[in-house]
């Protein structure tokens, strides 16, 4: 996933990774944070929380593909003016509904 996100943006050398309850876990039992760091993600947040904006940094987001990560996902995104992040690359860890990505797309 960051190894995708790193080869299609060059350029881009820090990213946010948001997480949600159940992908921490994965990401926990897989990866240290200091390998996480040398792969470029500067910082780790809670999807279910309120998070302080970042509209310059990308972020890689490791979610499930429930209604629940999806809706907050796209909070994070609805005022166009004023995103979360300067973009969002979005990874699934479960297989999403076409309904949610309907509401998604």
């Known amino acids: 996933m960051i190894f995708t996100?790193?080869?299609?943006?060059p350029?881009?050398?820090?990213?946010?990774?948001?997480?949600?309850e159940e992908?921490?876990?994965v990401?926990?039992?897989?990866?240290?944070?200091?390998?996480?760091?040398?792969?470029?993600?500067?910082?780790l947040e809670k999807l279910e929380l309120k998070r302080k904006r970042f509209p310059t940094v990308h972020a890689i987001y490791f979610i499930s593909g429930t209604q629940k990560c999806v809706s907050n996902l796209m909070k994070d995104f609805e005022i166009p003016s004023?995103?979360?992040?300067?973009?969002a690359h979005i990874f699934f860890s479960n297989q999403l509904s076409q309904r949610l990505f309907k509401h998604i797309g």
């Open 82 to 87: 004023k995103p979360q992040y300067a973009a």
């Open 11 to 20: 350029k881009i050398k820090c990213f946010i990774l948001v997480l949600d």
């Open 23 to 25: 992908t921490t876990k």
């Open 27 to 43: 990401i926990s039992s897989v990866i240290k944070i200091v390998e996480l760091m040398e792969e470029g993600v500067t910082t």
């Open 5 to 9: 996100v790193k080869t299609n943006y």
